[in-house]
T-cell receptor
Framework: EDKVVQSPLSLVVHEGDTVTLNCSYE??????LLWYKQEKKAPTFLFML????IEKKSGRLSSILDKKELFSILNITATQTGDSAIYLC?????????????FGTGTLLAVQP | KAGVTQTPRYLIKTRGQQVTLSCSPI?????VSWYQQTPGQGLQFLFE???????NKGNFPGRFSGRQFSNSRSEMNVSTLELGDSALYLC??????????????FGPGTRLTVL
C-alpha cells in the first residue's frame, strides 16, 4: 500500500531558528513529490521535486529529494511568525492518467516571536 | 488570473441530509480533483474529473459522487450524511491530466459540519 510519512508531527520554534521537515514515502511508480503550505484553508504550492539531489529554492525555503533513500526534506531558514502553518508533503505516481496525490498527515509548525 | 473558487465556504447539515459542493477551477484548467481533509486522516483523495469524465476514484462509499460540466466546473454530492462526513472538502485544479505531471492548485475549501 502506498504510504507517505511526515515527521515531526508538530514543531515549536522561535523566530530566527532554522527548521527541517521530513517526508518519507513508499509508493510504486513514483513520479514526483510536492510540498504545500496550509495556513488557514487552501494549501498553497511550494515545490515539485522529480529529480534526486537537485535543490529547489524559494527565498528562505529550500527542498531536496533523495530517490534512493525515498525521502525529501524541506528547510526553512531564519523562520518568521508568518511561517506558522501545516506543511504537507504529497506524492504523485506514473500511470492511470490521473493527477491523484497521496498526502502525508502534515507537520504543524508554530513559530513563536 | 483568479484562483480556484469553492462554494459554499461553510455548511451545516444534519444526519441523513444530502449536500452539493461546487468548485470552479482556474481558467483554462481542465482537471479537477476533490479531497477530504480530517484531523485524523489528513487529506484523502475522493475523485478526479477531466473533460467531464471521472478519471480516478478513491476509497469512499458510493454516497460520495461527483460530476464535471463542459466549462470544467465540478460538483460533488454527498447523500445520506453521516457524522463522520464532517470535514474540510478541498478542490484542486490542474491544467490537464495524465500521469501526475501537473501541479495541482487548491481552493479554499468547504467546511462541512454534520450534526
Amino acid at each position: 500500500e502506498d504510504k507517505v510519512v511526515q515527521s515531526p508531527l508538530s514543531l515549536v520554534v522561535h523566530e530566527g531558528d532554522t527548521v527541517t521537515l521530513n517526508c518519507s514515502y513508499e509508493v510504486t511508480n513514483f513520479r514526483s513529490l510536492l510540498w504545500y503550505k496550509q495556513e488557514k484553508k487552501a494549501p498553497t504550492f511550494l515545490f515539485m521535486l522529480t529529480s534526486s539531489g537537485i535543490e529547489k529554492k524559494s527565498g528562505r525555503l529550500s527542498s531536496i529529494l533523495d530517490k534512493k533513500e525515498l525521502f525529501s526534506i524541506l528547510n526553512i531558514t531564519a523562520t518568521q511568525t508568518g511561517d506558522s502553518a501545516i506543511y504537507l508533503c504529497a506524492v504523485s505516481k506514473y500511470g492511470g492518467a490521473t493527477n491523484k496525490l497521496i498526502f502525508g498527515t502534515g507537520t504543524l509548525l508554530a513559530v513563536q516571536p | 488570473k483568479a484562483g480556484v473558487t469553492q462554494t459554499p465556504r461553510y455548511l451545516i447539515k444534519t444526519r441523513g441530509q444530502q449536500v452539493t459542493l461546487s468548485c470552479s477551477p482556474i481558467s483554462g484548467h481542465r482537471s479537477v480533483s476533490w479531497y477530504q481533509q480530517t484531523p485524523g486522516q489528513g487529506l484523502q483523495f475522493l475523485f478526479e474529473y477531466f473533460s467531464e469524465t471521472q478519471r480516478n476514484k478513491g476509497n469512499f462509499p458510493g454516497r460520495f459522487s461527483g460530476r464535471q460540466f463542459s466549462n470544467s466546473r465540478s460538483e460533488m454530492n454527498v447523500s445520506t450524511l453521516e457524522l463522520g462526513d464532517s470535514a474540510l472538502y478541498l478542490c484542486a485544479s490542474s491544467l490537464r491530466t495524465g500521469g501526475g505531471g501537473d501541479t495541482q492548485y487548491f481552493g479554499p475549501g468547504t467546511r462541512l459540519t454534520v450534526l
